[in-house]
């Protein structure tokens, strides 16, 4: 994977070229990392970026128009080498477009574009699908960014929350692989509040559809510090940590996802929430990123 950087006078983010992923990102005068850092004996990927699914499928196989397909799970981009289309101090644009291993995988054409802006002390994240088929393109797309947690040395995951801006209701919770009793006890009296603890994931991730919060914040009841993630326009918002791993990874995400007891999983143009485009059409979302000191 080849790195570049980008910076302005508040922060350093750096990316890389496979999955056109987060590396970094840092202010400028100090080494503390809001982005995970993969290591041995933890998660070992880093924050990569899901197309044209969300999820997984049932035996790792779909089907479109009469067609049966293998996809990996959360899609192919992340094993795909971006091209970078531009590249400025503060801003750095990558590219992936239809090849022969996608349309093995995926009987598309296509171009994916990602785009990395620093707007004073924020990281914006442009998502851009265009539609290069004749006919109609049916996506998914989101990130899988992992934000360090707990980010200082005194500090443990359990020290951290999550803030809603918005009442989230348990109602809404689509996955849950733990007892549902342990996010009840989590959110007591407050959708507006998310106490974390390694229990919440003790079997998996935590999904809420629809999501109506405009932002959540990652922040520690010690020192304040987090990560402020915007999700307008996100059609829901899923979380994940390995247990004992310190870092928790936020996604706001577009379009279907895989729920556990619904049929036609693996039927493509039936999977719920899936978006289309029309032939020569663009499909644009962004989000911003704030780390908080």
């Avoid at 996802?257 to 499909?283: A, C, F, M, S």
């Amino acid at each position: 994977m080849n790195l570049y950087e980008i910076s302005n006078e508040f922060l350093t983010f750096r990316s890389g070229d496979l999955s056109a992923e987060h590396v970094s990102l840092r202010f400028r005068d100090e080494d503390t990392d809001y982005i995970w850092q993969p290591r041995p004996g933890h998660w070992e990927h880093g924050s990569f970026l899901c197309f044209p699914l969300l999820g997984r499928l049932p035996e790792g196989k779909y089907r479109l128009d009469g067609q049966e397909y293998a996809m990996p799970m959360h899609g192919f981009a992340q094993n795909e080498i971006f091209t970078v289309t531009e590249h400025c101090a503060d801003r750095i644009t990558y590219e992936l477009t239809d090849n022969e291993r996608t349309r093995a995988l995926y009987p598309f054409a296509f171009a994916l574009r990602v785009r990395y802006t620093l707007c004073g002390a924020s990281l914006e994240l442009l998502y851009e699908v265009e539609n290069r088929s004749a006919g109609e393109l049916p996506f998914s797309i989101g990130g899988h960014p992992g934000f360090t947690c707990p980010l200082l040395p005194d500090e443990t995951f359990s020290d951290y929350e999550l803030a809603f801006d918005r009442e989230e209701r348990l109602a809404d919770v689509v996955t849950f692989y733990s007892p549902i009793e342990v996010l009840e006890r989590a959110f007591g009296q407050s959708g507006y509040t998310l106490p974390l603890s390694y229990e919440l994931f003790r079997d998996g991730s935590i999904c809420f559809r629809p999501v109506h919060s405009e932002n959540v914040t990652l922040r520690s009841l010690k020192s304040g510090r987090g990560v402020r993630l915007s999700l307008t326009g996100a059609d829901c918002f899923q979380i994940w940590t390995a247990p004992g791993s310190p870092f928790l990874a936020m996604e706001a995400w577009h379009g279907a996802i895989t729920r556990r007891n619904r049929p036609r999983q693996d039927v493509w143009r039936e999977r719920e929430g899936t978006l289309t485009l029309p032939p020569g059409g663009i499909y644009t979302c962004r989000h911003t990123v704030t780390p908080l000191r």
